[in-house]
């Protein structure tokens, strides 16, 4: 089976966090033997109208039982079908794909932001370091308590209504953090501010950038950021996201 191959998978369970955020669990012993943190699945709808697959980042791999987490925000019509499969239903998936998180062994921070926030879970859990997570929300917060786990947890909060009264950056410098290295997902403004920050303390960072993904494996060009060195694939500077990301380091792109 190639990467490209769909197969159908049987759902193990979904439930609601919060108003428009589903948790979903799919039996997937092939993908979670080799899918690593920051990669990315496509689903496929079963409405024939909608052909193109939906990207969603993975958030945790149980190898031991085979199975795939995958969290995720209802922003359309395809992921909306998605939210109301339950469990026992199939689902035609593909992947692993994309080229996620490059572990390192360094003081690590982690920063998320929004939907951003999924796809750090199973980084925070591999990585064996000393490690802060700050997690950046509008309002109602979601998985912060399955992190508290993996290191010390710092959200923020647009309303203030919990934590920082602010965004990531305005909570790193509130409680003064500092890193060798920072793993960062999220909207591009936070990232531009991530990476700002990166240069600013000397410390290397690794981005997971969010984009709109059409064919999920590089061939359409449809997602594509701007990168400092020339793409052998399309001769111009500019990064697949799908396919030589969704993680880059910071220096080779620009935003």
């Known amino acids: 089976m190639s990467l490209a191959d769909k197969i159908r998978l049987k759902i193990r369970q979904q439930d609601r966090l919060e108003d428009g955020v589903y948790d979903l669990w799919i039996e ?149 953090l500092t890193a060798d290295i920072i793993y960062a997902c999220g909207p591009t403004p936070m990232l531009r501010g991530v990476k700002e920050y990166a240069k600013s303390i000397g410390a290397t960072a690794q981005l997971s950038l969010e984009e709109r993904m059409a064919c999920g494996i590089g061939a359409c060009l449809a997602c594509v950021c701007q990168s400092k060195d020339l793409d052998h694939h399309t001769n111009v500077n500019n990064k697949r996201i799908c396919k030589e990301g969704p993680v880059f380091y910071a220096d080779d792109i620009i935003l």
């Open 28 to 176: 997937a012993k092939d993908m979670a033997a080799t899918a690593g943190p920051g990669q990315f699945i496509s689903l496929y709808c079963n409405d024939g109208g909608r052909l193109l697959p939906r990207p969603i980042s993975i958030c945790e791999i149980d190898k031991k039982e085979g199975l795939i987490r995958l969290v995720y925000r209802v922003i359309g019509k395809g992921t909306d079908e998605i939210s109301r499969f339950r469990s026992g239903d199939y689902i035609e998936c593909m992947g692993p794909l994309g080229n996620g998180f490059s572990l390192e062994d360094k003081k690590a921070l982690i920063i998320g932001g929004g939907i951003g926030i999924p796809p750090l879970l199973e980084l925070a859990k591999q990585l064996k370091c000393e490690k802060d997570i700050v997690l950046g929300y509008r309002d109602l917060t979601f998985l912060d308590k399955d992190f508290e786990s993996y290191g010390n947890v710092y959200l923020s909060t647009e309303d203030g209504s919990v934590g920082t009264k602010g965004n990531v950056i305005d909570a790193i410098i509130e409680h003064g």
